[in-house]
Structure formats: C-alpha cells, structure tokens
C-alpha cells in the first residue's frame, strides 16, 4: 500500500476529536472518500465497550453495567438506564450506523473496496465453543439492525469465530472476524479447528479488574502479531 489512514479517536494516543466519527466534517470527509472508490481496503476495528461480554461479569468495585442484551441488541430499553448509559448507547449506535454506511459505500464503490470487520464473538450462541451460561444474554454487534443491515447490503460475505489463543496470546479471547469474500482464502482459515481453543486454562483472563483496579479486557485490545500476519495476507491477495 502507498497511503494507510490510520482513524482512532483516542484523545491520547491519536487524533481525538478530529479523528472521530461522530464529528461530521469527519465523517462526511470519510463517506465522500469511501463513495469514489480511495480505498483498496477498509479494516474496522469497531470500540467494543458496549458489546463486551465482560459487563455481565460481577467486579468490585461494580463496572459499567450491560447496556445490551441477546433480546436486546441494539440496546437495552432507555427507562432502564442511567442517563450516563442511555448517552453512550445512543452514541455508539450513530457510530456503528456511520461506519456501515462508509462501508457500503466503499463497496460499492468503482474501487470494489475489501473489508474486514472485526468485534467480540457472541458468546449467547448455544453450541458454540465460546458460549457460556454467564454470557447466555450477551448482546453482540453481530446481532444487531445495523450490522444486518451491512450483511444484506453487501451479500458477498462472511464471517469467521477464532479464538486468540491459538495464535499466540495469552488470553483465551474468542473474536469474530466479518469480511468480503476476497479475503476468504486466508481468513475462512481461522474457522477450522485448530483455531479453536484447546486449552484447559490460560496465563491471563479478558475480563474482571486487575490487582491495581484496571480492567483486565484493555490489555487483550492489541492484535497478536500472527493475527496482524494473517490481515495483512488477506488484504494483499
């Protein structure tokens, strides 16, 4: 690749405000780019905060608390939560109905644009390797409208559940990756079951505070680098 832009609106590490979607002139600058075709590829690394499994996991002290569920993807009743919640739902709904819209129209696009989307496995699936009885009412980005919404527009599609540790992690980490068919020789790959967890337990566990009150889930947030082998193989065919 000659240009990557790199989007991330962490106010400390990257371009905050100016890089984040819910800024207009930001978007309306994406959707302009996606539409004539400037991107080959488009990885979406979509913030996991609310679709995270680990809210339903008990803390002490408490974390933020589910805003979603199984029943309730695209989020749970507003007369159920604290205004503080009910903000950051609406907040990353605009962002996820943006992003597929940049998305869509990068596909659609002369340019053809492949992509990848990435976000937690849901785990509220029964008979999946990653489903839980604790996780039974996960409410996940991949059953939500807007998400379905992407599938339909774009039917040359799919999708793939893997789980970190087979790729070198520490953390067990069941992740599902959504993407065009173009990227499917090396991606359908992370289905088989060798990418499948097969270990009793794991050095480190995704979710819960840690001694010193952090959250364990942000240090899981970093790709293992066999994981950035294999984008970066998918992108390159």
């Known amino acids: 690749w ?24 930001t978007y309306t600058q994406l959707l302009a780019l996606a539409t004539r075709g400037a991107f ?16 339903l996991f008990p803390t002490d002290p408490p974390g933020p608390p589910p805003v979603r569920s199984r029943s309730h993807p695209d989020g749970l009743p507003e007369s159920e939560l604290d ?3 009910q903000r950051e739902l609406r907040n990353t709904n605009l962002l996820l109905d943006r992003v597929v819209q940049i ?7 002369p340019k053809k644009t492949s992509v990848i989307i990435e976000n937690p496995a849901d785990r509220s699936i029964q008979g999946t390797p990653q489903f839980g009885e604790d996780t039974s009412e996960h409410g996940s980005l991949f059953a939500t409208s807007a998400f379905n919404q992407l599938k339909s527009a774009i039917p040359d599609s799919s999708m793939v559940t893997f789980a970190y540790c087979r790729l070198g992690s520490d953390y067990q980490k069941y992740t599902t990756f959504w993407y065009t068919n173009e990227a499917a020789p090396v ?7 060798i990418y499948q967890c097969n270990h009793s337990s794991h050095p480190k566990i995704a979710g819960g505070r840690l001694p010193d009150g952090t959250w364990a ?16 193989m998918a992108f390159s065919l």
């Open 83 to 85: 205004p503080k919640y």
């Open 103 to 109: 998305v869509v129209a990068a596909r659609n696009s």
């Open 2 to 25: 000659k240009v990557v832009i790199d989007i991330d609106n962490d106010p400390d590490t990257s371009g905050g405000w100016l890089h984040d979607l819910l800024n207009d002139e």
């Open 40 to 55: 080959d590829g488009i990885m979406v690394a979509f913030p996991c905060s609310t679709f995270s499994a680990a809210r």
């Open 217 to 232: 889930s942000a240090a899981t947030a970093a790709y293992p680098a066999q994981l950035n082998i294999r984008l970066a």
């Open 187 to 193: 991606l359908d790959q992370l289905g088989t079951p």
